[in-house]
């Protein structure tokens, strides 16, 4: 079972988790904000599944299962609300999206 | 016996509430019949009682009690535990003695008459059925007084007589006096009702109970018998009106006359009289506040025959009487003559009962009048009452044989048994008292009754059909009058003495104050010639062919005033309190309370304002914060660890 140490795997994840929160931050495009989310997830997943090896403790993976089990149905949601928007063609900028009453 | 004393205290409870359920659905005059019969079933209650009690004294494998301490003869029933807490308990009980159940047939039969009487007076009144709720509560409350088998029960009757009193003294609420005479009568009974309080806590720390048996037989330390017997005078002398505490009892007038009668009179304000008979162990075990008891006793009696004889409305006069006659009682019971006081009590209570109630009859007939000189030769057209006024006149003067010269002069003889200087000083006080008491009782008679009707009294009297008022009023009157003539029959000391061989078991006389033969004759030549010459100067002064008097103004001022007692008290306690709320209102209310809430409320708007403006509606601003919290949070952690 060699492999990279687990501190890479980390990294990783860290890499990937900070590339998410800034999109999240930055991006102002409903659709990139999901996938930057979705992005954040994964990261927390791959370090779920790394400390699972590392320990040799399967509850880990079983723990990330449910994440993507989450994310799958956090997903429908959220395009769902993207084809409501674009049906009435409001914009998709997250900016614009900030008064309350529709 | 045991049934009689809880019929006897429950009758007029259930009058009470019955009154209550009913409300409107009753006929006014219904609620004072209810109330009238209540009171004498438990009258019939009390009866039974009392014969419970003497036949007991023949079967004396019936005794109950531990004959060493307490009521010995008698019989304690508890109903179930009140009160418990670790070794402390306190029971529901009643005790039926030879005290109490003299005390249960004077409450509940004089009482009766006057809650009768009650019918014809308050006849017409808006408020007649609540009036019969609260006479009947009352009559409640003075039973649970007399019966409560131990001191905490004591202390309830002792607060519920105070509230029945303080209900009916503003019955009229619509007056401002009334109500005004009400709150002071209750603010100086609260602070009797305090002292006695003090004093059971002291004896609940001490022997850890306030059984009448258990807390009497244990051997307090001095200075604990003292404070609670200071206590316990406190609550004495306040609901009994004595000095210090005695201001509240001429205001208390306010109320109707039937009112005045049975609380002011003849029943409630002597039971700081009863309170020192039932704890007389205390007090003997302190023996110098039981002789401040007869001081003030002694000190009241002059003060109030004094003011007496200025006060011009006809209830006050017998009211400022009522103080005296309650400062001999206090005097009897003080100097040990516990039997005496109590007698003096009985008597009293019928014939002032009595003037009360031909007084109520006067000021009926006037339609409301007060005023004595205006009331002159009212006699001519009211010859029942002049004739039962009389009765209670010569009684209260104590002239024999009507019952006072019985009851009055063995008090006085026992002051003289004392032998001591303060014993000598008390004498000549109750002699002096009995000149007085002979002087404005008939400074009152001689303005009221002989002599030809003024014009006033022509024009204001009106009869009751005929009669000088309705049945109602005029049978409990005669019967008070028969009482207030004979009732002192029951006891020629020292001759005859029934009544204090009744008591001796509750309450015995203590040895030093048993007078010789000698000492009570001469005592008794002495105050019946004392009350004569009262009376001689009353007929030579206020009699139609009228002597002048000497005006001393000084004198006549400080009387009408009441010796400043009224104006003393405004000055330490009201005046400083006036003062006091307004500074608090100046320099605390207005600036700071009244300020606080419009502060609170801007700077609630200011806070707001600012807190505002992070909520932009910006998704990515929050989603910002959550990252920023979040970082926070792992970071703090971090460093935690």
Known sequence: ?102 | MTGGSWLCLLAPLGGTILITLCGTRIPRVAAGWIATTSCFVAFAGAIWAFFGVHDQHFRPGLQLCDASSGPCRGEITTAWTWLQSGNFHVGLQLLVDPLSSVMMLIVSGVGGLIVLYSIGYMDGDDEERRYFAYMAFFVFSMLLLVEGGNLLLLLVGWGLVGLSSYLLIGFWHERPSAVQAAKKAFVMNAFGDATMALAFFILIAHTSSLSFVSAFNVHLSSTAANLVALGLLGGAAAKSAQIPLQTWLPDAMEGPTPVSALIHAATMVTAGVYLIARTHPIFEQARTVELIAAGTGALTLLVAGLIALVQTDIKRVIAYSTMSQIGYMFLGAGVGAYANGMFHLMTHAFFKALLFMTAGLAIHALAGEQDIRRMRGLGRLMPFTKWCFLAGALALVGIPPFSGFFSKDSIVASAAALGTWYGWIFWVCGIAGALLTGLYTFRLWFLVFPGEPSPFVREHYHDHHGREGAWTMLLPVGILAVLATVGGWLQWSPRWTPFTDWLAPAAPTLQAAIPTNTQEYYTSAATVLAGVAGIVVAWAIYSERSMAIPAMPFWRRTLENKFWFDALYDRIFYAPAVWTAGLLRREFEEPVVLQTGPDLGEATLETGGLVRRIQTGLLRTYVLFLAVGAAGVVLAFLIAK
Not at chain 1, 25 to 43: H, K, P, Q, Y
Not at chain 1, 44 to 73: D, E, K, P
Request: proline content about 1%.
């Open chain 1, 1 to 102: 079972m060699a492999g990279p140490d687990v501190a890479w795997y980390l990294a990783v994840a860290a890499f990937l988790f900070g590339i998410g929160a800034l999109g999240v931050l930055i991006r102002r495009n409903t659709l990139v904000v999901l996938l930057s989310l979705e992005l954040m997830l994964n990261a927390g997943n791959l370090a779920l599944i790394a400390l699972s090896r590392h320990w040799h403790n399967g509850a880990g993976q079983i723990f990330a299962l449910a994440v993507m089990a989450v994310a799958a149905s956090e997903v429908c949601v959220g395009l769902g609300l993207v084809v409501a928007l674009n049906r009435r063609d409001l914009s998709l900028d997250v900016d614009r999206l900030s008064e309350l009453r529709g």
